[in-house]
């Protein structure tokens, strides 16, 4: 398995951005899938958006889509979310995560690596 590491994370008021990372290492990291989820308190895991190993096509949660972009460098084995407009309902431990063998995966049961999270909180 590849492991990975978020950071970025922090407390923005909300209207600001905030651009989190996913370093990966262990294994080729440009063949996995990587995607996004989400986890606020009292509520589960969702998924944020993905991005396919190529970097060349990404899609996201309609709650999202529009706010953030999700982009990857293969070079330096690195996935990013870029977030802009942040609400305070985008408040959540922010998880990286990836997937083999897939072309499209929005479910957490399709990846098999996770990162252990970092905390996005969004101020009103």
């Known amino acids: 398995q590849v492991q990975l590491v978020e950071s970025g994370g922090g407390l923005v008021q909300a209207g600001g951005s905030l651009r989190l990372s996913c370093a990966a290492s262990g294994r080729p990291f440009s063949r996995y899938h990587m995607g996004w989820f989400r986890q606020a308190p009292g509520k589960e895991r969702e998924f944020v958006g993905a991005?396919?190993?190529?970097?060349?096509?990404?899609y996201y949660a309609d709650s999202v889509r529009g706010r953030f972009t999700i982009s990857r460098d293969n070079s330096k084995n690195t996935v990013y979310l870029q977030m802009n407009s942040l609400k305070p309902e985008d408040t959540a431990v922010y998880y990286c995560a990836a997937a083999s063998g897939v072309v499209k995966a929005t479910s957490s049961a399709d990846f098999g690596s996770w990162g252990q999270g970092t905390q996005v909180t969004v101020s009103s």
């Open positions: 991005i396919g190993w190529s970097g060349g096509r990404a």
